[in-house]
């Protein structure tokens, strides 16, 4: 690890802590040139394999601002929203591995987001599954009204 002061390749590591609820690991650090301390994060990247064959980080980010366009003009606040993607990443990284498929993490939107706002939940499912006709629209309200509670 360069220090970000000298330029110098080598520091010692003086203090290390899980950080983000062990997802990471905060690293208190001393370079041997300049005597200067600096805190340095690790984190274990979850790769997104996208249709087009394209890799990118995972962004829980991302996450938010699909389900937020989904829920415009919808009663959920930005507190839900942020349960709701701290949800998926966590369900997204109890698979354990280091590449998952972007169907992987819609499948893992849909569920919270149904809990959250059937409307939103529609909105997103609408785009997500492709919804080409009435009647997939009409197959997926019934499906919600089956599993409503107190429902037929």
């Known amino acids: ?4 002061f000298c330029r110098n390749p080598d520091s010692r590591v003086i203090d290390s802590r899980a950080a ?9 650090r001393s370079c041997p040139e ?8 690790e984190a274990v990247l979850q790769m997104v394999a996208k249709r087009s064959g394209v890799t990118e980080p995972f962004s829980r980010d991302k996450i938010i601002a699909g389900v937020r366009r989904a829920c ?3 009663p959920v606040d930005e507190d839900a929203l942020a349960q709701l993607g701290h949800q ?9 591995g280091a590449e998952i498929a972007s169907h992987e993490i819609g499948l893992a939107i ?3 987001l149904r809990e959250l706002d059937e409307v939103a939940y529609l909105r997103f499912a609408s785009v997500y599954r492709g919804f080409e006709s009435l009647d997939d629209f009409e197959k997926e309200i019934e499906s919600l009204r089956g599993a409503a509670p107190g429902g037929p």
């Open 110 to 112: 849909l569920g919270p």
């Open 88 to 96: 998926v990443e966590e369900t997204i990284r109890a698979t354990g």
């Open 72 to 74: 415009q003009g919808r």
């Open 20 to 28: 983000d609820d062990g997802a990471a690991i905060r690293r208190r």
């Open 34 to 41: 300049c005597g200067r301390r600096f805190t340095t994060q």
């Open 1 to 4: 690890m360069h220090c970000p």
